[in-house]
């Protein structure tokens, strides 16, 4: 069965389409640690719609389904069967969620794929996509229909629309289309459908689902279009009875609805019916082509509509589109419908004039509409030879989301108003800048070095692991680093928005053969673009010492005397070997005790370990550690109460490291690393170096011993000490 669908009303087409309306926030309503839209309110947000319906043979839906809204004739697809005037961009998508489409060559070659709405992962994409521009979510469009292959596909992308609003943190409502639904039956099957979704689907417990003055939010489209059924009083039920179910109702209706023109119908009962919605949105799909049409309109209709609804208590929701093209649906000359976006400068206009009036809340049409040309996102253009196509007019694929954030910036008042795009498809939406590194200058050859690297989000987008957001190596090679050359987030629910920093962490293995080498890093948005600041180091390499000694702790404590000590009466320290905790397994691990947590001098407190290892035979002796603490307890600089000695003089938490040349009887301190030291550089594993090279008399010495000392200050202080070795130049 073919939908007839009129441009004057809403131009689409086909039974069942979903449509998913998408926001953005007058007041970004984002959690500063989760990254979750505020799903309390309409107000500020610009509504995008989400059809959710194209489909592919082989995706798990009933045969009957096959290439529906691709293809014109579901059956099959090639030329002169296809319904869409755009081809996604599907470079992004997981492989399970495409498929080869058969009967297609593209004008740049390659095999051509479509997406099928009904995986999850496919709307996965798109709900990241929202999250990375900012894009607050969608209402999902639900096509009446008692065919039951059908219903069971809108109740597959419902359930993945549901899981994906919840994955990235987006907003999603219900959005009814009555189109061709029989008029006799309208009222029960949509009372119905909804008391059925809102229990299947949980609604009332749901953190995503959207509301406005603390009721779920439902919209019906179609009520009023001289092309859809419905009656005045049929509609004003429907409306009760979704208000009596503590609904707040939008209506989806005809431009003209306030005079009863444009698209309307012409009975005076409208009037009535129109104005029971709690919010109204016209359909202005195709209604205007240029800059003085939209402000014509804007000025003229949609700020007398707005008048109408404030007086009335009733929220003003306008419609803005990109572009508009339906040629391959309707078999028609190329060309011949197109309304053309104008580099982008048509969605900008309308976004621009509806604020400059005084809306608070947009709608924009469409999300993923590539049947009717009004998609927003990612498109291709590489297209198939045959039909009637549009591109993306040189502009990147994302440009069009682009846009779409900064109309929302725009909307919300965090940018100034003005009709000028603020940004160009000739910069970047991703961009970084370095913040810090932990990578060393110099390493011995073979050594490995767990750094970090921190980056700060100074674009666009927000980045998450699952669209490929990593650390990468320049030129994809790194003679530190193997594992892909990519530097993952820690997890696939980490996220990155604008102005916010991220500290990948990762392991170096220094190159065998001694020499100066170079590292680079910078960011990269996978399969996208290379982008920010780039990290570039020098580091050393020198030639491995010969290894005397290697504690690794993995399953004892390797021979180390272990002991503990306290500066007044109170409680010992800590000492002990430790199973896990290490890098990677087992440690020395010491602590301090929470009985003597003061700032006196009589109330420190700690753990030792030494051993005598010989460097008989060797010279150029040095000592490797690896080190870790945790945040550490109070700090306390002044002398404190008391007359105890404390190490430095100092009542700060500290680690010494001493060196014995007979056998410890006699300690000299080689190095010491104090409170701030620890806390600024060993939250995680740090390897530290203590270069006793220059002291002849720890070269050939049966009696050369090393010492570890701990000095704590609370019951929470912990220290862990592994990978101690000690090697010589020869």
Known sequence: MVERSSLGSRARAWPGALVLVAVISLLLAVDALAQVVDRSTMTGKVICGYQGWHCCPGDGNDSRVGWYHWAKDRTWIGPGNYNTEIWPDTAEYNSSDIFVVPNTTLTQGGTPYLYSASKPGAVDTHFRWMQEYNIDGAFLQRFLTNDPPFLAMRNTVATNVKSAASTYGRVWALEYDITWYPEADLYNKITSDWAWFKSAYDITNDPRYLHHNGKPVVAVWGFGFTDRPGTPQMCIDVINYFKNSGCFVVGGVPWGWRDRTGGSKTDPAWDNAYRSFDCITPWTVGIYSSWSEINSYSSGRAAADLSTCNSLGILYMETSWPRFGWDNMKGTTCG???????????????????????????????????????????????????????????????????????????????????????????????????????????????????????????????????????????????????????????????????????????????????????????????????????????????????????????????????????AGTNDYGTMAWQSSGGNPSGCMLSTGIAATDSTGRCTREGGEIKKTISTAGHSGIKVYYDLKVNTLGEANTGAGLGSCTVDHNLIDEQITVFYSTNGGSSWTEAEWVKRVNLLAGYQSYGTRTVDLSGISACNNNANFAVRFRWQFNTGSDTGRLDNIKVGANN
């Open 336 to 566: 011949s419908s197109h309304i053309s976006s104008r580099g982008g400068q048509h969605l900008w206009d309308q976004i621009y004039a509806y604020k400059s009036i005084g809306l608070t809340v947009q709608f924009l049409a469409m999300y993923d509409e590539y049947d009717e040309s009004t998609a927003i996102m990612k498109m291709s253009d590489n297209v198939p030879t045959s039909g009637c196509w549009w591109t993306n007019e040189g502009k990147h694929p994302d440009w069009w989301l682009r846009l779409t954030n900064y109309g929302g910036k725009m909307l919300r008042g965090e940018i100034p108003l003005s009709q000028t795009i603020p940004i160009s498809d000739s910069t970047s939406p991703d961009n970084a800048q370095i913040v810090s590194d932990t990578i060393p200058t110099s390493m011995t050859a073979g050594q490995q070095r767990s750094v970090s690297v921190t980056v700060k989000n100074t674009g666009e987008t927000c980045w998450n692991s699952r669209n490929f957001w990593r650390l990468g190596a320049v030129g994809d090679s790194d003679p530190f680093y193997g594992g892909g050359c990519r530097v993952y987030m820690a997890s696939d629910s980490d996220r990155v928005m604008p102005n916010q920093q991220y500290t990948f962490t990762f392991t170096l293995t220094a190159p065998s053969t001694p020499g100066t080498y170079t590292t680079d890093w910078r960011m990269v948005h996978e399969l996208i673009r290379w982008f920010g600041g780039t990290l570039t180091k020098q580091v050393q390499v020198t030639a491995a010492p010969v290894v005397i000694s290697n504690s690794t702790f993995n399953s004892s404590a390797d021979g180390w005397t272990i002991s503990v000590w306290r």
